[in-house]
């Protein structure tokens, strides 16, 4: 194994060396293999989604030629409060040497001094353990690497639901509090057991009234959708309407099973706003340090995608336009922002009730040198998958890292795997879940149905 402490020389090999000795990395491919992009678990499946591709890439090129970054970037997303996951994903993109089992246990190695590293959002929710996940992702910043934090919807809707909970209570934010599901009972109970709040629990009312200011009035389903329709269409209000009622029966039985009663989740809640959303709170970095997008060379990184307006924003003051808009909103209406075009960006997937991506909006960001999108948000199973959507090129980084979902999708194990974009123009997509790295080159197609 090479010495961890030289720098980096460069992409001799795409994959650069892994140090760690603390999992099984045998199944981790050391191989590049082109991208099989006519295959459904790499591609859309079909040989009229390759033929989008290429299109895509052919109108790309018709734009100018592509930009690099000057320094590699490694793109992993959604880790889901599987900080082993995350870590095992820093180890297997080279990016870091562990020195023990702890979350803060690990150094950047030499490639990892020199990479870019953009987390693609969705640090929070499922687990096993949202706090140590967010000490790895302290460590890490910590640690001198060159970090980017983008927003996720699961951490944006978290932000929210405590910022309604504790909050003045209206019709449009009373229910999203509950609309987070199961999936974040477990911070809540990290918090309860992490931090005191016995003088929060002796402040608080009775069960019943815990539970009142918890759930959404008797009266919300008929008040949500007059007030509702200044945001969504109808469609999507009843879309919202649907899902709260089986958000609120998973919400239930999700309490009981964590061994909660609704005074220790209000508590927990109330505990939240302090610690994340407070100024001095000691996970306020977490929302202080995120953005929406981030651009390198002809990439564009976002948790989910784009639509028309923010195409238009791009074009007209880049991505700290975005990013400023989005910390100026983040914070004001909660229901108006999560709904909104800022939004959208962290929950698209480019559905009939999303906010719209045409060809107008596509060609802005042609005129602006951006040629792909590399995303999160869409788990895959078998590694990264590269599509065209409303004719542009997106790379789907999300591969399943975290243990809960695997559980549920019949994975095993603990997930590893991470996106590397060199100055060269090499992609590889890496994950322990297929067996070669798949490599792509965008300015270097060939027709039958893979990318080199």
Not at 110 to 139: H, W
Request: hydrophobic content about 40%; overall charge negative; aromatic content about 8%.
């Amino acid at each position: 194994m090479a010495d961890q402490d030289a720098m980096w020389q460069g992409p001799a090999t795409l994959l650069p060396p892994v140090f760690d000795a603390y999992c099984d990395f045998d199944g981790l491919p050391r191989q590049c293999a082109a991208w099989p992009v006519s295959e459904p678990h790499s591609g859309g499946g079909t040989q009229a989604c390759l033929r989008d591709v290429q299109h895509s890439l052919k109108i790309a090129a018709a734009h100018g030629r592509w930009h690099w970054p000057e320094h590699p970037v490694v793109f992993i997303s959604d880790p889901h409060a599987d900080a082993e996951g995350f870590l095992r994903s820093l180890a297997a993109a080279g990016t870091i040497q562990r020195n023990g089992h702890g979350p803060r246990d690990f150094v950047l190695t030499g490639f990892g001094q020199s990479a870019r590293i953009v987390l693609g959002g969705d640090c929070l929710d499922k687990g096993p353990s949202n706090l140590d996940m967010l000490d790895a992702l302290d460590a890490l910043f910590s640690s001198g690497a060159n970090v980017h934090l983008l927003a996720g919807n699961h951490d944006l809707r978290f932000m929210l639901a405590v910022q309604a909970l504790t909050g003045p209570r209206s019709p449009l934010t009373e229910h999203l509090f509950v609309r987070m599901g199961r999936k974040t009972v477990p911070l809540l109970r990290e918090v309860w057991d992490r931090f005191p709040t016995a003088d929060l629990m002796a402040n608080l009312p009775d069960e019943a009234i815990c539970r009142a200011r918890i759930f959404p009035g008797p009266d919300w389903d008929t008040q949500f959708p007059d007030l509702a329709a200044a945001h969504l269409s109808r469609k999507a209000i009843d879309k919202e309407l649907a899902r709260l009622r089986t958000k609120q029966d998973q919400f239930d039985a999700q309490i009981t099973k964590a061994g909660m009663t609704m005074r220790m989740v209000y508590a927990s809640a109330l505990m939240c706003r302090s610690l994340f959303l407070a100024p001095d709170g000691p996970y306020a970095w977490f929302y202080e340090r995120m953005d929406m997008i981030q651009k390198s060379g002809s990439l564009l990184f976002v948790h989910a995608g784009l639509d028309d307006a923010m195409c238009a924003l791009l074009a007209e003051g880049g991505p700290d336009a975005v990013n400023a808009r989005f910390r100026a909103e983040a914070r004001q209406d909660p229901f108006a922002f999560y709904f909104g075009p800022v939004a959208n960006l962290v929950r698209t997937k480019y559905r009939e009730t999303d906010k719209h991506l045409s060809e107008t909006g596509v060609q802005r960001l042609h005129a602006q040198g951006i040629k792909m999108v590399v995303q999160g948000h869409v788990n895959n199973h078998r590694g990264q998958r590269l599509l065209a959507k409303r004719g542009l090129l997106h790379l789907e980084g999300d591969v399943t890292l975290d243990r809960a979902s695997r559980h549920l999708e019949g994975l095993p194990g603990i997930g590893a795997g991470a996106t590397l974009i060199h100055p060269s123009g090499d992609i590889v997509g890496l994950s322990a879940d297929f067996p070669a790295a798949k490599h792509f080159h965008p300015e270097r197609l060939s027709w039958d149905g893979v990318v080199a």
